[in-house]
């Protein structure tokens, strides 16, 4: 390919090394796309290394996952070619990344986008959106990215959040940037937006932020909503931020109650050999998210209780996990 070459596509190069043969496409449920798009980013560069990061750590992963009692591989993941970013601007570049999401979509899998900034979740939810007409967003992120322009532009990574509440609902959870603007537009609309660190027990704001959910959700995770100290390769860093424990706070009852149709992990930004275990531990969140994403399928054609179970009890068996932690 002709763009700054990252090597994905050499044979062996693959999500948790898995093997991506035309018949693992076929037999694969789930889909990592890598999306090395970098052209919006303001301040620390370095994201669209990030595909190529996360994939290499990816390869060191124990397929067996002890904390969901799972080999997660046979689900079957298949990793796509790399996308080739297109620099005319960041609306072809939506643009195409939802004709991408859509043919992956068309032929059943899930998407698990790799980027790359985070203006690539337009596209993905674009192409969501058209198949599932009960599609909603679930965003973890340190800023709200709901500016309705930034520097001129209306489809950037600091205005994608406002673009895609246009096209379906969104909860926001781990905000703790945002400017004086959108602060007004939450509140104006009352949008279900989980600022950090939450004022109230999650027993209470978990399941009100889930509530606003629908069966079919695309989750959206910036890196930047871990905590600065524990994951500082991001462009825009931020204290104040949320541990590996509380992601999985949100995203294990979302996986148990919902169907997850794809997600994405943007805006890592690997700009040292020192971010390798930042990116280790992002292909761990993507490879068990992958696993509870699963799990859910399964359960919903076994008729397993443990999909029925209700947030509220999802939020009450988190609890209890912490305490006895
Ligand atoms: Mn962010």
Same mark, same amino acid.
């Given at each position: 390919?002709?763009?700054?070459?990252?090597?994905?596509?050499?044979?062996?190069?693959?999500?948790?090394?898995?093997?991506?043969?035309?018949?693992?496409?076929?037999?694969?449920?789930?889909?990592?796309?890598?999306?090395?798009?970098?052209?919006?980013?303001?301040?620390?560069?370095?994201?669209?290394?990030?595909?190529?990061?996360?994939?290499?750590?990816?390869?060191? &992963?124990?397929?067996?996952?002890?904390?969901?009692?799972?080999?997660?591989?046979?689900?079957?993941?298949?990793?796509?070619?790399?996308?080739?970013?297109?620099?005319?601007?960041?609306?072809?570049?939506?643009?195409?990344?939802?004709?991408?999401?859509?043919?992956?979509?068309?032929?059943?899998?899930?998407?698990?986008?790799?980027?790359?900034?985070?203006?690539?979740?337009?596209?993905?939810?674009?192409?969501?959106?058209?198949?599932?007409?009960?599609?909603?967003?679930?965003? &973890?992120?340190?800023?709200?990215?709901?500016?309705?322009?930034?520097?001129?532009?209306?489809?950037?990574?600091?205005?994608?959040?406002?673009?895609?509440?246009?096209?379906?609902?969104?909860?926001?959870?781990?905000?703790?940037?945002?400017?004086?603007?959108?602060?007004?537009?939450?509140?104006?609309?009352?949008?279900?937006?989980?600022?950090?660190?939450?004022?109230?027990?999650?027993?209470?704001? &978990?399941?009100?932020?889930?509530?606003?959910?629908?069966?079919?959700?695309?989750?959206?995770?910036?890196?930047?909503?871990?905590?600065?100290?524990?994951?500082?390769?991001?462009?825009?860093?931020?204290?104040?931020?949320?541990?590996?424990?509380?992601?999985?706070?949100?995203?294990?009852? *979302?996986?148990?109650?919902?169907?997850?149709?794809?997600?994405?992990? *943007?805006?890592?930004?690997?700009?040292?050999?020192?971010?390798?275990?930042?990116?280790?531990?992002?292909?761990? &969140?993507?490879?068990?998210?992958?696993?509870?994403?699963?799990?859910?399928?399964?359960?919903?054609?076994?008729?397993?209780?443990?999909?029925?179970?209700?947030?509220?009890?999802?939020?009450?068996?988190?609890?209890?996990?912490?305490?006895?932690?």
């Amino acid at each position: 390919m002709g763009h700054e070459g990252t090597g994905l596509t050499q044979s062996g190069f693959s999500f948790a090394g898995l093997p991506s043969s035309t018949q693992d496409r076929l037999s694969s449920r789930y889909v990592v796309l890598p999306v090395p798009y970098e052209a919006t980013t303001e301040w620390l560069s370095g994201t669209r290394h990030a595909p190529f990061s996360i994939i290499d750590s990816s390869r060191l &992963l124990e397929l067996y996952d002890c904390a969901i009692d799972t080999d997660v591989s046979e689900a079957g993941i298949y990793t796509a070619e790399e996308m080739a970013p297109d620099m005319s601007g960041p609306q072809s570049m939506t643009d195409k990344v939802e004709a991408e999401v859509g043919r992956w979509l068309d032929e059943g899998k899930v998407p698990v986008l790799v980027g790359g900034e985070h203006t690539i979740s337009l596209g993905a939810v674009r192409a969501l959106a058209a198949r599932y007409p009960d599609l909603s967003v679930l965003q &973890l992120d340190a800023h709200s990215d709901l500016r309705n322009d930034y520097l001129g532009a209306r489809v950037s990574q600091a205005t994608v959040m406002r673009r895609v509440r246009e096209i379906c609902p969104a909860v926001q959870i781990g905000i703790r940037s945002l400017s004086s603007a959108e602060n007004h537009h939450i509140k104006e609309n009352n949008l279900p937006v989980v600022f950090w660190p939450p004022k109230k027990p999650s027993s209470e704001w &978990l399941p009100a932020a889930l509530s606003h959910l629908t069966d079919s959700v695309y989750i959206t995770i910036d890196a930047d909503v871990f905590d600065s100290s524990i994951l500082p390769w991001v462009g825009t860093p931020e204290p104040g931020g949320l541990t590996w424990d509380d992601v999985w706070q949100v995203l294990e009852p *979302v996986a148990r109650t919902r169907t997850i149709v794809g997600f994405d992990v *943007v805006e890592f930004c690997p700009r040292e050999a020192g971010a390798a275990p930042s990116a280790y531990m992002l292909a761990k &969140l993507i490879y068990r998210l992958i696993g509870y994403s699963w799990l859910h399928t399964l359960g919903e054609s076994n008729n397993d209780t443990r999909a029925q179970r209700t947030e509220q009890e999802a939020s009450s068996a988190w609890l209890n996990h912490r305490t006895l932690q």
